[in-house]
């Protein structure tokens, strides 16, 4: 089939102008301008605005509106021509169509939307990905979202992006809505100027939270946008220096964006933040967050900051407000930069995807992320050599380099000739791993935007740490991440560590993903800024597993998202040496999730479900026990915390004290 009979599904001329919206006229525009013979119509409802096309005729048709008209009329006025559809939805019942699904915010910051939209949005949107030839996204980042909560492959999204070349169309002098409301503000203060809807993940209340120190400044804040219904509003706090202007049309747009000191752009998550490309067209400074898509929008053209972070978005500013070389510098930088966002490349790539759904669409290349502030955590005791040899593997491999690597010990010989390393900071402290890795954290620096956590026997694969900051960065509301555990010899007799870096070498990344997923402790990685002053329970003093679940409990009470990632992996090689005597661990076993269920951090299916499954498991093989396993120490372990429990004595911190057989092995932390 030629790409020139095909169809667009126009309904988007019946919406109001959005970031989606806007990406459609642009895109059917530029299409129009590249000579499509007759054989390509945009079909339209009946009360859909003209967009005046010259070459791509316009078919109206059809008595419903919205989504019925969309569902139920366009696959029959689209006939057997393929469809584009290029506003997030299409016709369930058509397969012989190309959909562009912008980004899967409405899977990673559900909070933002209606109940409604989300209803529809969960079911639509999988369906429409096994069923059409092709899925389209406006980035790289958007594309990897997609990805992991969808139903369809990275490799086969093709990333089409936003373009630059209309904000050049818009005519200042025509604006009316702006001059009138600058005119009303003190003429001498310059303002930051910002874009968007009033939605959660827009992330505006921080720029009201900081209002104050810029009023101190001698600058004010200026917000214009608005939703248009599918969000949930996020109610501001009044400031004498924010202004809120509403929807503004585009000729305001310019206006302001020609005047603002910068653009501030503060979103959570975006599939492409079409705002920043908008403002370098028109050589306005752009401060934005440095997540989701941002960084690969701005490339170097802008300066980021964290959306979590207050206190840098006000340096940030300040650095433009006292620097006139540095705005002209970004201004300069910006026009270059947005030269790669063209709507005419993008209609081009859907010209090619129509006449083969299957085409590999070249796109703009990803800038690379801004190099974050990663602190990695290892706790151990009594093992200097396994932790020696893990550390320096890990050190020695790890494609995205921590800045900060912590070796939480009791004594200092613990950490074995890691006394010596320059890349490594031996801290001590109580004994209980809980108690090391709070030891640790209390030495993380401010600032810090990820702190993982890695078992003393943990051998990880070359990209865990990059995967993982790739998943905190696109998703923002992402606090808890773990990896996928290849082989773990804590199962059995325990891997040896040329076995285990053998096993990692040979592994392969699977982009699955799941949420929710309570962290294992051996691969964990956290947002730091989430964490605050919360720290791991160290009355679990014993049962590895269940402290860092009880941690990520409290954790996602705060609000966030506990997710595994098959892309981060590794293998744990579970050495015995000093593990703790069957009595401790099975009196842990049972006490330890029923303090959980009193705290709260563990439901009680679960509760139950766990004790029962290690109790079992310690009877059943305590006649004929594995012999790196004390099971029937477990089962003395696990008669004695239900003799315990039933008097009401939930004190986990008994099993470090529980008395042991001499027969049983020299005690550890886990």
């Known amino acids: 089939m030629s790409a020139r009979e095909f169809a667009i599904n126009g309904r988007f001329l019946t919406q109001d102008v959005t970031g989606v919206q806007r990406y459609a006229r642009n895109v059917v525009k530029a299409m129009d301008s590249l000579a499509l013979s007759d054989g390509s119509a945009l079909i339209v409802p009946a009360n859909a605005t003209d967009l005046s096309l010259r070459l791509i005729r316009t078919e109206k048709g059809g008595h419903l509106n919205g989504h019925a008209w969309e569902q139920i009329e366009l696959p029959y006025l689209s006939g057997s021509r393929r469809l584009l559809n290029l506003c997030n939805t299409a016709p369930a019942a058509k397969t012989d169509q190309i959909v562009c699904i ?198 170097s053209a802008a300066l980021v900051a964290s959306p979590f972070e207050p206190r840098q978005w006000i340096e940030r500013i300040g650095m433009l407000q006292s620097s006139e070389q540095l705005r002209n510098d970004l201004a300069g930088r910006g026009q270059d930069h947005v030269r790669q966002f063209s709507w005419k490349k993008t209609a081009g790539g859907y010209t090619e995807l129509l006449a083969d759904p299957r085409a590999a669409i070249k796109s703009h290349k990803p800038a690379d992320p801004v190099l974050p502030r990663v602190s990695v955590i290892f706790a151990t005791r009594g093992r200097p050599h396994i932790v020696a040899a893990s550390v320096r593997h890990f050190l020695s491999t790890q494609r995205l380099k921590p800045e900060a690597v912590l070796v939480s010990c009791v004594d200092i010989s613990d950490a074995g000739d890691l006394r010596n390393h320059p890349d490594v900071t031996i801290v001590t402290g109580p004994p209980g791993l809980a108690a090391q890795r709070n030891t640790a954290l209390n030495h993380v620096e401010p600032g810090t935007e990820i702190v993982a956590f890695f078992d003393d026997d943990f051998i990880a694969d070359k990209n865990w740490l990059a995967s993982a900051l790739q998943a905190f960065r696109d998703e923002n509301d992402v606090v808890s991440f773990t990896g996928h555990v290849l082989a773990d010899g804590i199962k059995g007799p325990g891997i040896s560590f040329q076995e285990a870096v053998d096993l990692v070498d040979a592994g392969q990344a699977e982009a699955t993903w799941s949420e929710p997923f309570s962290p294992y402790g051996c691969n964990m990685a956290f947002r730091f800024s989430a964490i605050g002053d919360l720290r791991f329970d160290e009355r679990l003093v014993l049962y590895g597993w269940l402290e860092d679940r009880d941690f990520a409990a409290a954790l996602s009470r705060r609000g966030g998202r506990l997710v595994k990632s098959a892309l981060a992996f590794g293998v744990h090689m579970g050495v015995k040496s000093g593990r703790v005597s069957g009595d401790r661990l099975g009196y842990s076993q049972v006490i330890n999730p029923l303090y959980m269920l009193a705290k709260g951090t563990m439901s009680l299916p679960n509760v139950v479900g766990q004790i029962f499954r290690n109790i079992a498991s310690n009877f059943s093989r305590a006649v004929w026990p594995e012999p790196f396993i004390d099971r029937r120490g477990r089962v003395r372990g696990n008669l004695l915390a239900a003799f315990d429990a039933l008097r009401g004595r939930l004190e986990p911190e008994r099993a470090a004290v529980i008395a042991t057989p001499p027969s049983a092995s020299k005690p550890r932390q886990r």
Request: net charge neutral; with cysteine; aromatic share 6%.
């Open 102 to 299: 912008h980004d899967a915010n409405i899977f990673a910051a559900p909070q933002s939307y209606s109940r409604a939209f989300r209803t529809l949005y969960h079911t639509l949107q999988p369906l429409l990905v096994r069923r059409s030839l092709r899925i389209a996204c406006v980035s790289h980042a958007a594309a990897r979202q997609l990805a992991r909560h969808l139903p369809v492959r990275l490799s086969d999204i093709a990333v089409l992006p936003n373009g630059h070349e209309h904000a050049l169309l818009w005519d200042p002098s025509a604006a009316e809505l702006a001059p009138k409301m600058l005119g009303g503000m003190n003429a001498h203060r310059p303002f930051v100027l910002a874009l968007g809807s009033r939605a959660r993940h827009k992330n505006l209340s921080l720029l009201i939270d900081i209002a104050p120190e810029l009023d101190e400044m001698n600058l004010d804040v200026v917000i214009a946008g608005g939703g248009d219904g599918i969000f949930t509003k996020e109610a501001l706090q009044r400031r004498s220096n924010v202004h809120l202007l509403g929807r503004v049309s585009d000729n305001d747009l310019a206006y302001l964006l020609d005047r603002a000191l910068c653009l501030a752009f503060p979103s959570f998550t975006e599939g492409f933040g079409l705002p920043i490309i908008e403002a370098m067209a028109r050589s306005c400074p752009v401060v934005s967050s440095d997540c989701a898509s941002m960084p690969e929008v701005c490339g």
